[in-house]
């Protein structure tokens, strides 16, 4: 990992097409990234007005370049309709969201279709089906990153949405990430009345090496940032552990009575690429942004 790590969002809000008021108040919110859905949330029979709502979303949006749409699935005349939009948009987002996804092919068709045209956002896929977990590598190599979609794939396998039920596709999931360098975000919480449910989703999601979370509630985005984001102490020790494992001739070295070798300056050489590709992309002034901005000065 380099200094030219891409950056990763750590919270993705949706928010469906159905309103612009209600697209353009999500603007407020502080998520990394925010979506606008033109799948999942918006019924059949109101997508032609979802697409109303996303371009004119689009031409308010203040930061174009960290919005995301959702389309919907290739193989359905609502997702022409839907890249029919991109094209034509004077605004690009910066994300393209992908639904229903069963090989890397679908990937590769959506981003040369969107180059086509001019568009080159990074294209993230939401796992959620049995076909694309079982060719993640393949899907994680074409794609920018990728995001659980818990609902559709706990529908398709007769399970609950549970923490036990998926974890053999999060584990999939997060090692396919990790060799291709692809983002790694965790499906959206959906038992919003319960903030223990979320807090443990987070904890467990980030043990096992998940980057970000998605919501569809601002209400969440809170505890999903102060648990996913860069934090300035720990890029402060990651730069500690790297140069002292550097002055050790990239060999053992003793730091705070802990001994610390290779493995660990690579993790935090990693943490701290990561992190200022975070700040430098989604860092807000005044807040995460600024304490890192001190830090890394």
């Given at each position: 990992m380099t200094s030219t790590a891409r950056a990763i969002p750590r919270s993705i809000l949706y928010t469906p097409a159905l309103s612009l008021d209600r697209v353009v108040k999500a603007w407020s919110y502080d998520a990394d990234v925010h979506l606008i859905d033109l799948e999942d949330g918006v019924p059949p029979q109101e997508k032609p007005a979802?697409?109303?709502?996303?371009?004119?979303?689009?031409?308010?949006a203040p930061e174009p370049e960290n919005v995301a749409v959702r389309v919907n699935g290739l193989g359905t005349i609502e997702a022409v309709h839907d890249i029919e939009l991109l094209a034509g948009s004077p605004v690009r987002p910066g994300f393209v969201v992908m639904t229903m996804v069963k090989s890397a092919v679908e990937v590769r068709l959506m981003r040369d279709t969107l180059a086509s045209a001019g568009l080159r956002p990074q294209i993230y896929v939401t796992l959620e089906t049995p076909e694309a977990v079982a060719c993640v590598d393949e899907v994680a190599a074409a794609a920018d990153g990728l995001i659980l979609g818990s609902a559709d794939l706990a529908a398709t396998l007769g399970i609950e949405i549970t923490w036990a039920g998926l974890l053999a596709t999060r584990q999939a999931m997060v090692m396919a990430c990790a060799r291709y360098g692809t983002a790694c975000i965790d499906t959206g919480n959906f038992r919003l009345t319960e903030p223990l449910v979320l807090a443990e989703e987070i904890a467990?999601?980030?043990e096992l090496g998940f980057q970000g979370k998605a919501t569809v509630h601002p209400g969440e985005l809170d505890a999903i940032n102060r648990a996913l984001r860069p934090d300035p102490e720990g890029l402060r020790l990651?730069?500690?552990v790297s140069d002292a494992v550097q002055?050790?001739?990239?060999?053992?070295?003793?730091?705070?009575?802990?001994?610390?070798?290779?493995?660990?300056?690579?993790?935090?050489?990693?943490?701290?690429?990561?992190?200022?590709?975070w700040a430098g992309r989604f860092g807000r002034a005044g807040g995460n942004r600024e304490g890192m901005d001190n830090d890394r000065h």
């Amino acid at each position: 990992m380099t200094s030219t790590a891409r950056a990763i969002p750590r919270s993705i809000l949706y928010t469906p097409a159905l309103s612009l008021d209600r697209v353009v108040k999500a603007w407020s919110y502080d998520a990394d990234v925010h979506l606008i859905d033109l799948e999942d949330g918006v019924p059949p029979q109101e997508k032609p007005a979802a697409r109303d709502v996303c371009r004119a979303a689009l031409d308010k949006a203040p930061e174009p370049e960290n919005v995301a749409v959702r389309v919907n699935g290739l193989g359905t005349i609502e997702a022409v309709h839907d890249i029919e939009l991109l094209a034509g948009s004077p605004v690009r987002p910066g994300f393209v969201v992908m639904t229903m996804v069963k090989s890397a092919v679908e990937v590769r068709l959506m981003r040369d279709t969107l180059a086509s045209a001019g568009l080159r956002p990074q294209i993230y896929v939401t796992l959620e089906t049995p076909e694309a977990v079982a060719c993640v590598d393949e899907v994680a190599a074409a794609a920018d990153g990728l995001i659980l979609g818990s609902a559709d794939l706990a529908a398709t396998l007769g399970i609950e949405i549970t923490w036990a039920g998926l974890l053999a596709t999060r584990q999939a999931m997060v090692m396919a990430c990790a060799r291709y360098g692809t983002a790694c975000i965790d499906t959206g919480n959906f038992r919003l009345t319960e903030p223990l449910v979320l807090a443990e989703e987070i904890a467990r999601g980030r043990e096992l090496g998940f980057q970000g979370k998605a919501t569809v509630h601002p209400g969440e985005l809170d505890a999903i940032n102060r648990a996913l984001r860069p934090d300035p102490e720990g890029l402060r020790l990651a730069r500690r552990v790297s140069d002292a494992v550097q002055a050790a001739g990239e060999g053992i070295a003793v730091l705070d009575g802990n001994m610390i070798g290779p493995p660990f300056a690579r993790m935090a050489r990693m943490t701290v690429a990561l992190g200022d590709a975070w700040a430098g992309r989604f860092g807000r002034a005044g807040g995460n942004r600024e304490g890192m901005d001190n830090d890394r000065h």
